[in-house]
């Protein structure tokens, strides 16, 4: 049998499976390495990271833990359009607590908007504030809040497209996104072609191209070596 065929063959069919992805790969590398992270990305540049001042006496305002919420497993200092809050994670739910240890009142577009111009140091001005119950898949693929719903939004009109969220009821400041994280995160996907989380670095399509790819490349050296062979042979002949 003439392996030599038998491995064009399926070195060519296998450049067509891999050729997408390895561009992919490739295109996703080149971004990485060259959009600003920090600055772009994260938005480091147009984001003033929210403050929050408690006062010496701060734990003397909370109120009785409550016993049919479990153990307290965690608390969390936010930021919120009320001013400064605890988050209280337990067993069986959260709770949210302004600095007067009361529950946190509905927060108002108004409250957002003021809000948002604090935490907003870029050129842009803002576009408007609205309520989204789910924010839309951005490029088929980008979910800017995962599974989070009910939050508002804040958008300004900078080159990036800055938009801050903030929790729906609560008014707490969740993150920023803008048009660059957007482009990131879809090529981050690809990347590692995990098209739902986004974070699954062993996943079965992953793991597959991998080997897919390894493949494409032992094929190729091995027709490169059976030409090199060919080339040899002929060399030999002609010198005969």
Request: net charge positive; hydrophobic share 50%; charged share 20%.
């Amino acid at each position: 049998m003439r392996w030599s065929p038998f491995l064009f063959r399926w070195h060519r069919w296998l450049g067509y499976v891999v050729a997408l992805q390895v561009l992919a790969w490739i295109v996703g590398g080149l971004l990485f390495a060259w959009m600003p992270f920090q600055a772009w990305v994260k938005g480091g540049d147009v984001l003033n990271k929210p403050r929050q001042v408690w006062s010496a006496h701060w734990a003397q305002a909370l109120p009785p833990m409550p016993s049919d919420q479990g153990d307290l497993l965690g608390m969390q200092s936010v930021a919120t359009a009320h001013g400064p809050a605890l988050k209280l994670r337990f067993a069986q739910g959260e709770w949210l607590l302004g600095a007067d240890g009361k529950a946190l009142p509905p927060v108002e577009a108004g409250a957002i908007e003021a809000f948002a111009r604090t935490l907003y140091k870029g050129e842009g001005a803002l576009s408007g504030v609205s309520r989204i119950e789910q924010v839309p898949t951005r490029l088929g693929l980008v979910r800017e809040l995962g599974d989070k719903t009910d939050v508002w939004q804040a958008q300004f009109d900078d080159r990036f497209k800055t938009r801050l969220y903030f929790d729906g009821r609560s008014g707490e400041f969740l993150t920023v996104r803008n048009e660059a994280w957007v482009l990131y995160d879809f090529f981050w996907r690809l990347h590692l072609m995990d098209y739902r989380g986004g974070e699954d670095f062993n996943n079965s399509l992953l793991r597959a191209a991998s080997a897919a790819a390894l493949l494409l490349v032992s094929s190729g050296l091995a027709l490169s070596a059976f030409a090199l062979r060919r080339a040899w042979r002929r060399r030999n002949k002609a010198a005969i």
